[in-house]
C-alpha cells in the first residue's frame, strides 16, 4: 500500500513543474513582464509587433476597422468614443476569462493630413506585472486590424 504523504507530496511537485512550465512558455519578455502593467503602439517601441499602423483611408473607416476587429476578439467589450481636434480615441475593456481582470485599452486614430496613424496603449487595473498580457493584446488588436482592413 502506498503512503498518504507521499502521494500528497507527488501531486504537489506535479503542481509545482506544471506551473513552473506554463510560466515559461507563457511569459514573453522577462525583464517587462513581472514588473510592468502597462504597453503602448508607439512609434518608439522596440518591439516592431508595436509599430503603429499607418493608413491613407479615411478617419471614420479605420474606426469602423477598429470597432470591427475588436468584436472579433473575445473577452473585449466597447466602451467609447472621444473626439478631439486630429485624434478619436476608442475605449475598450478586456476581461480575463478566469480571474475577470480587467485591462482598459485606448486606441487612438490621430490625423496627420494625408494619413492617419493608428497607435494606443493597454493597462492592467492592477498594479503588478501583467505576464506580457497588455502587449498581446495590442498585437492581437493590430493582427485583427490588418485583417479587416485587407478582407
Known sequence: MRDPRRRK??????????????LYFYVD???RDFSSNHAEISALSLDES???????????????????????????????EVRDENTTRLIFVRT???????????????????QRAVTGESRSRIDWGDLGRNPRNLRRLLEELRAVLEG
Open 96 to 114: 480575463n476569462r478566469l480571474l475577470r481582470f480587467k485591462d482598459d485599452i485606448t486606441v487612438r486614430i490621430e490625423d496627420r493630413g494625408d
Open 50 to 80: 508595436l509599430l503603429p499602423l499607418e493608413s491613407y483611408r479615411s478617419t471614420e473607416e479605420l474606426v469602423e476597422a477598429v470597432t470591427w476587429a475588436a468584436r472579433r476578439i473575445r473577452n473585449w467589450e466597447y466602451v467609447g
Open 29 to 31: 519578455d522577462w525583464s
Open 9 to 22: 507530496v507527488h501531486r504537489w511537485t506535479a503542481i509545482v513543474i506544471a506551473a513552473a512550465l506554463f
